[in-house]
């Protein structure tokens, strides 16, 4: 770490919510920064191309900047945006996403629509994941494994912190612990209710009708897979989670089914079991997005529409890139801020087979 302060102009924020400056051609990236701010920082890691600081003081001040509401803003790693105003949180998600489109999918002009907005910025998350140590119960330090204690977490509802509360009134053993306000289940499901409510049913409005059949690769527990069958005749899941495949099965429709197992492993089969002019797929993979062999057996196969629901923008554009250099064509791009105050963002695509 170098105890001089640089006098940085910030122009941009990067996906992962650092402010972006540049001084005698190196890049800097500054956290709790925004857009038009001019900042004092100290760099805390140093490398060839680019260096990372630690924001030391204000010089000129962004009108979108406001006040966190949050004590441990800035502390905890949990956060990223609550210096922002919403709005502005809001624009720099849609831009971040259309130029990861642009840099990494080399897909020069996206077909974006608005960002969709949390109808509560604050006080969405049904679960947390918190970490005990030595009697501190809370989250890891920005950039560190230091525990800062958290007695609210603002981003969670009043059920998870009422939670939180009864989790720090009583000795607990050393570890990681999940706090949820109702019964979670073991399998994958999404933490803002409200966000997911919204993003199921834009997919619900988007897909074709008169469909012969909907495949939901990487389905969880049937998320997309229920909530559509009224549009199918026919609905399969492909999941590897055995205990989310278990959940589909015990209140499945006749029309559903549920297949546990690698998606690179039985999507080819099933794809080829039914006429590719009459089948939709969804792809709602993890971060990592998906295995080239899933990007192959759809190319090959070619089926009339995907939908691809991603959890990471860059994952999200090399797989577009793939299969709009294939036989598809880009549709609709769609941000959905499942994670507000957070740099996380949920994207939605649309391709239609060319």
């Known amino acids: 770490m170098s105890d001089d302060l640089l006098r940085l102009p910030i122009h941009d924020v990067a996906f992962g919510g650092s402010g972006v400056a540049r001084l005698d051609g190196k ?124 007695e609210e977490c603002r981003i969670a509802t009043p059920a998870v912190n009422a939670s939180l509360a009864e989790l720090r009134q009583g000795p607990r ?83 559903e089914h549920y297949v546990a197992g690698d998606v690179s492993f039985h999507l080819g089969d099933i794809l080829a079991a039914h006429p590719a002019d009459r089948t939709t797929v969804i792809i709602d993979p993890p971060a990592i997005g998906v295995a080239p062999r899933v990007i192959d057996l759809l190319l090959g196969s070619a089926p009339v529409e995907i939908v691809y629901v991603s959890c990471n923008p860059a994952t999200l554009a090399r797989d577009l890139s793939l299969l709009c250099r294939g036989r598809y064509r880009l549709e609709s791009v769609t941000p959905f801020d499942m994670f507000p105050q957070t740099a996380e963002i949920e994207v939605v695509a649309h391709l239609a087979r060319m």
Not at 88 to 111: D, F
Not at 206 to 226: M, N, P, T
Not at 238 to 244: H, P, S, V
């Open 27 to 150: 890049v800097y990236f500054i956290p709790f920064t925004a857009p038009g701010e001019v900042v004092k920082a100290r760099v805390v890691r140093d490398k060839k191309k680019f260096a990372e600081a630690e924001l030391v003081e204000i010089e000129q001040r962004s009108p979108a900047r406001v006040e966190p509401p949050c004590p441990h803003f800035s502390h905890c790693g949990g956060c990223a945006y609550q210096h922002l105003a919403y709005d502005e949180q809001l624009r720099l998600k849609a831009r971040q996403v259309e130029e990861t489109l642009r840099r990494v999918g080399r897909i020069a002009e996206p077909p974006m629509r608005p960002i969709v907005a949390a109808p509560e910025p604050y006080a969405y998350r049904n679960r947390i994941r918190v970490h005990a140590e030595g009697g501190v119960i809370g989250f890891y330090a920005q950039g560190s494994h230091a525990l800062v204690d958290v």
């Open 173 to 255: 053993l050393d570890g990681d612990y999940t706090v949820a306000g109702r019964t979670r289940s073991v399998f994958f499901e999404q933490t803002n209710d409200e966000v997911a409510r919204l993003l199921v049913a834009a997919v619900h409005d988007s897909v074709r009708r008169e469909q012969a059949v909907l495949i939901d690769a990487f389905c969880g527990a049937g998320l997309f897979a229920k909530y559509l069958a009224d549009l199918f005749p026919a609905v399969i899941g492909i999941e590897e989670n055995g205990y989310a495949v278990e959940q589909a099965r015990r209140n499945a429709s006749p029309k």
